[in-house]
Structures are given as C-alpha cells and as structure tokens.
C-alpha cells in the first residue's frame, strides 16, 4: 500500500516539475522572441521612421519616437512662416551658429526646414530636456492653460517646465533659462512626398 502511495508521489512530482520547468521555459523565452521583431529592435537601434506629412492639419503638430526620442513634425501655417524673420532680434541665435542640425538645415536659414512648410524638430528643451508644448497661433498670448507668452507672440513652443520659449523654428528667445535652439535631426523627402525621420537622403527606389 506504502509503495503504491510513494509511486503515486513520485509520479506527481515528476509531473509537477516537468510542467514548471515547461512554464519557465515559456517565460524564459518571451525576452528571446520580442527580440526577434524587427520594428522594435529597428527603431532602438536609430532604424529610419517615415511620416506622411500631409495627414497634419495645417497649424497642428504630430509627435513620432525615434531612436528613443520625440521627434516633432508641424505644419506651419502661410501666416505664422511670413513673419518668420521679424524677431530675429529677440532670439539668442537667430542664425543657427550654435545649433545642434544638419548643415542643409543651417543653410535654410530661419525656417530650419527642407520644406518650409513642415518644420522637424526634436521636441527635447535644450535646458533640462523636458516636452515643450506647441502654441502656434500668432498674436495669441494666452493659448495654453495659465500660461502668458506675452504680447506679439509669433507662435512657437513652450516649455512647461521651467518657462523657455521657442519661435515656430525652435530657435530660443533671449533671457531663457535654455540654452541653445532646439535640435534638428537628420531627414530627407522620399518620391511619394513622406518626411523619412533619420537620413540626410533617400534612394530613388524609395517611396
């Protein structure tokens, strides 16, 4: 009777630890296999990340990770890009001397844009890195949610964090707590019309 009951045990452990082991086995391999997919591993490692510009509303912004940070997209209205370079001389850099962006950026002047209709940018602050918000609307000084931007406002970003403000470029205005414009990544238009968020060009069989 004794032996009976110890087989019986003994079946039941061995069952028991075949089916942990089998579980762990399971959990063990879930980190293998979401190393496998490619979009996630892609995108950590700096992969490229394509946006199609023209589903953004004209005076809105979109927001897209890539390589782990925010990559702001906006669609600057005609209104807020005539008025561009009427307050370079309230800005800290005016010219992008001291800006973290491709030099085809640089060479675009106050639009910082390859298109100046869209303007790409990483929506990092340049003080401490918080999420600017976007305010795009000109001559419009209370937008956001108890915040003053202050007459004459071209439009821009805010920064809730420690007040920096940001032309709709991202260049700095004077007497801010940041330091440098906001930074400008690598990007490039495919054929199709997409923003390609990561290289400075796109093959011809692209897009």
């Not at 700096?46 to 510009?53: C, F, L, M």
């Not at 005539?82 to 001397?97: T, W």
């Not at 108890?146 to 406002?153: P, Q, R, S, T, Y």
Request: net charge positive.
């Amino acid at each position: 009777m004794d032996e009976h009951v110890d087989r019986g045990r003994r079946r039941l452990l061995i069952a028991a630890t075949a089916g942990t082991g089998a579980l762990g086995v399971a959990f063990a391999a879930v980190p293998f296999i979401l190393s496998w997919n490619p979009s996630a591993r892609a995108r950590a490692l700096g992969a490229p990340v394509e946006i199609d510009p023209s589903k953004i509303e004209p005076g809105s912004m979109v927001r897209v990770a890539w390589r782990g940070q925010p990559i702001y997209v906006v669609n600057r209205t005609p209104e807020v890009l005539r008025q561009i370079g009427d307050h370079n001389a309230l800005l800290v850099d005016p010219n992008s001397n001291d800006s973290q962006q491709p030099a085809y950026i640089k060479a675009t002047g106050a639009v910082r844009a390859r298109i100046p209709k869209y303007w790409v940018g990483l929506g990092v602050c340049t003080h401490l890195g918080c999420a600017p918000l976007g305010a795009f609307e000109p001559g419009r000084s209370e937008q956001l949610p108890g915040v003053e931007l202050g007459a004459g406002w071209p439009g821009g970003f805010y920064c809730p964090c420690h007040g920096s403000k940001y032309d709709i470029s991202g260049r700095v205005f004077k007497d801010m707590p940041a330091p440098r414009n906001l930074t400008i990544p690598p990007y490039a238009y495919a054929k199709n019309g997409h923003i390609v968020i990561g290289v400075n060009q796109v093959s011809d069989d692209a897009g």
